[in-house]
């Protein structure tokens, strides 16, 4: 799939959807245009463990409030939502969500469907951002693409063939979960050795051992050639780049694009990714694989979700998107 930036007709020009970010810290929501341009947005803060009936209500409310008269709502072809869980997208459906309690088989797209009168759809976070890297940021024109999310948690997106793949039950692309050590680190998913054991933000700053409270102050020093500082980078992207080498072995992508605030971090850390990848994947797919930054930063969750709105409206994606 790649955005198709021609023939357009002036019904589809003004056409747009909404793109919902549901982070267990803030609510972030916008109207996308169909060339992943984002024409308004908008940030609340997440409730502690709020209800589905409060986020229905908030969502509802900000959007209503988005809506405004130089955006018709006939124009508007649905809501996407990204969603941090598990999600079964074909019934709209949240399983549970990672950091709010409460929610366990919500029929999310349906219960804020009725109260808005559009289609909703709803996805996972990270599969969500994989699609709008995908159609309108570093992925632009693959077809096997795997994307990644370095924060608190390591999320992760495959696209088989142009296509989102989720598995069998909607649990595919936990690469923050792919173990790199056989006794290794406990991990919150209750494994041992994951990736997200390693280079996840709060192992991060244990690793600074109290020098740096953040990674960006890692960056920082390691900017101004502060060894230690290197020496963290240098041990983060070599675990990284293990979990990558085995991800490249697998899926021969064309790319790997990775996101989330640790990835600005930037060459220090994609550099030694790109080389332990080289060092560790066969030959083949570690030489064709590009390891880019991801493009679309904090609105990421917001066009992605805009794309899985218009992926659900045939007429309005085929249009946007072939
Ligand atoms: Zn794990």
């Known amino acids: 799939m790649t955005a ?91 399983q549970y969500l990672v950091n709010i309690n409460g929610w366990e088989n919500v029929s999310i797209a349906q219960a804020l469907g009725r109260r808005i ?17 995908l159609v309108y940021g570093a992925g632009r024109g693959c077809k096997n693409l795997v994307c990644l999310t370095l924060g608190t948690g390591v999320g992760g997106g495959i696209i088989i063939g142009g296509e989102l793949y989720r598995g069998a039950t909607h649990a595919a692309g936990e690469i923050g979960h792919v173990a790199i050590e056989q006794d290794g680190r406990p991990c919150a998913c209750g494994g041992m050795g994951c990736v997200e054991a390693y280079v996840g933000n709060r192992r991060i700053i244990a690793l600074g051992k109290g020098k740096f409270s953040s990674p ?14 290197l020496s963290i980078w240098e041990q983060v992207g070599t675990h990284l780049g293990t979990a990558l080498a085995s991800v490249v072995n697998l899926l021969n992508p064309e790319k790997i694009v990775i996101g989330g605030g640790v990835a600005n971090a930037g ?22 694989v590009k390891i880019v930054k991801a493009q679309l930063g904090d609105n990421a969750g917001i066009v992605g979700g805009a794309v899985l709105a218009f992926s659900g409206q045939r007429t309005a994606f085929s249009k946007t998107v072939r």
Not at 32 to 46: D, E, F
Not at 49 to 60: C, L
Not at 267 to 288: I, Y
């Open 4 to 94: 198709d930036s021609g023939q357009r007709t002036a019904d589809s020009k003004r056409q747009f959807a909404v793109g919902v970010d549901f982070g267990a810290t803030r609510i972030k929501m916008g109207l996308v245009n169909n060339r992943g341009k984002v024409l308004a947005r908008k940030v609340v803060p997440t409730l502690k463990d709020i209800s589905p009936a409060e986020f229905v209500r908030t969502v509802k409310n900000e959007i209503t409030e988005l809506l405004s008269d130089s955006f018709k709502c006939r124009d508007c072809v649905g809501i996407g939502i990204g969603a941090p869980g598990l999600v079964n997208s074909q019934r709209g459906m949240i």
């Open 267 to 288: 060459g220090l850390l994609l550099d030694v990714v790109r080389k332990t990848v080289k060092e560790r994947a066969m030959e083949g797919p570690a030489g064709s």
């Open 117 to 133: 009168h559009l289609p909703v759809r709803v996805d996972n976070d990270a599969n969500v951002m994989t699609l709008g890297e």
């Open 216 to 229: 960006k102050q890692i960056s920082d020093a390691a900017r101004r050639g502060d060894r230690f500082a």
